[in-house]
């Protein structure tokens, strides 16, 4: 028996946050204005995606463990959904800068960082395509997969917050801190980011289920 | 010289409060959607996302129908 409630959830959580997060009350910021929310759409596409690099990262340690051609899928559906969802949040954040900050990319440790972290996991496809056998491919993605989430965090995690950068919480500032974020707008971020967690979960599902009918139809014909 | 600090103390209670009422004035004039929502438009910039949003969210549910019926095929 497949359970369905969770792709509900999702739908739910982010239909909620398409309606609060345009009708709710948010702080009243010079420069920001109604802007600040785009907070619930352009920062719950980052969480998300962190969240799903991890679920790839956690699939190629398993893959290591046993070798099985699952797990490397799983692994390799996870960080392209996340990648996807990195797009998009680079897109908007794009946007989003150019009304705020004043240009469509400044020179911003995040943004710089995240422009490296696509770079890295782009090469992760780059490495996939570029071996021929499967067990040698899954690997080697599996090795560099742990590489690339180690590089992620460096680069979106640590370094912008050594230096000074236009995103809250970063250049010795606390992360969300009482005037980031406040009770009203907690109540609709957090939602939004399990949303879009259950939405990438969901579009991964059904790209590792259409590989697996591949494999099966494959098996059949040999 | 105690008068004299009561006075210095009382004149930086009132400049600290003509301070804090005019960051709170500036907070107020920040721009806002007001009007918009005032006479409801906003609602409709609402419906059409969720109209967009809802149609992906169908069109994620047929293809994960159909995936299931080739999975029960086989």
Redesign the interface.
Known sequence: MKTHWWKALGVVFVLYAIVFGFLGPVPRLPILNETIRVLYFHVTLWFAMIILMTASLSYSIGYLRNNSPLRDLKAREGAVTGMFLATLGLLTGSLWARFTWGAFWVNDPKLNGTAVTMLIYLAYFVLRGSVEDPQKKARLAAVYNIFAFVMMIVFIGILPRLTDSLHPGNGGNPGFSGYDLNSDMRMIFYPAVIGWTLIGVWIMNIKIRYTKLIWKQNEHLD | MNILTKIKNQFLLLVTLLISYGLQA???D????DIM?SNGK??V??AV??IV??GI?IY?IS??RK??K??KN?
Do not use: P, S
Request: avoid cysteine; glycine fraction near 4%.
């Open positions: 500036q907070g107020n920040v721009e806002m959607a929502r906003i609602y910039v609402v996302l969720a949003f809802i969210v994620l293809i994960d995936l299931n080739l999975e086989q």
